[in-house]
C-alpha cells in the first residue's frame, strides 16, 4: 500500500506554508532552495505558490488527491515537517482534514492506515 500523502498533496495546496529565514538557503545550506521561497514579513519566507491564491507549493508534483511528490522532501520547512496526517500515528489532524476537504476528499481514517 502506497503512503496515503503520496495519493493526496492537498495540504501542500490549501495553506500559505510560513517559516522563519533561518530554514532557507543561504543560510542554511541544505535549506528552502532560496529560489522557491519568497518574502513574507520582516523574519519569515513562504513557499512560491503559497502566498498567494490559488495555492500550491511550487515545490509539489504532480495531481492532488492522485499522485503527487514534495521535491525538495529532504529540504522542506519545518510546517510542512510538522503538519501529521491524520491518523498516521493514532491521532486526529484537523489540518489535514481541512486540507483534503478544500480539495473535495474525505478525511484519512485508521482503515488508511492498514495494509
Ligand atoms: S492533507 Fe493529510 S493526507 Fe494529504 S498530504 Fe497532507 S498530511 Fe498527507
Ligand atoms: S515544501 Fe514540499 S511538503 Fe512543503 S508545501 Fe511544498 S511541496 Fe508540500
Known amino acids: 500500500m502506497s503512503h496515503p ?3 493526496c498533496g492537498a ?3 490549501a495553506f500559505r506554508v510560513a517559516f522563519h529565514w533561518s530554514e532557507a538557503q543561504p543560510a542554511k545550506a541544505d535549506g528552502v532552495p532560496e529560489a ?3 518574502p513574507l514579513r520582516r523574519h519569515e519566507l ?8 490559488p ?5 509539489l508534483e504532480g495531481t ?9 522532501y529532504a529540504q522542506r520547512p519545518a510546517p510542512c515537517r510538522e503538519l ?17 476537504a478544500v ?8 482503515a488508511d492506515w492498514r495494509a
Open 64 to 72: 492532488v488527491g492522485d499522485g503527487t511528490r514534495c521535491t525538495i
Open 46 to 53: 513562504a513557499m512560491r505558490g503559497t502566498e498567494t491564491l
Open 103 to 110: 480539495h473535495g476528499l474525505p478525511p484519512l481514517t485508521p
Open 5 to 7: 500523502c503520496q495519493r
Open 36 to 38: 522557491l521561497a519568497s
Open 55 to 59: 495555492v500550491r507549493c511550487v515545490a
Open 84 to 100: 501529521g496526517a491524520a491518523w498516521e500515528h493514532g491521532e486526529a489532524s484537523p489540518q489535514c482534514d481541512r486540507a483534503r
Open 11 to 13: 495540504c501542500c495546496a
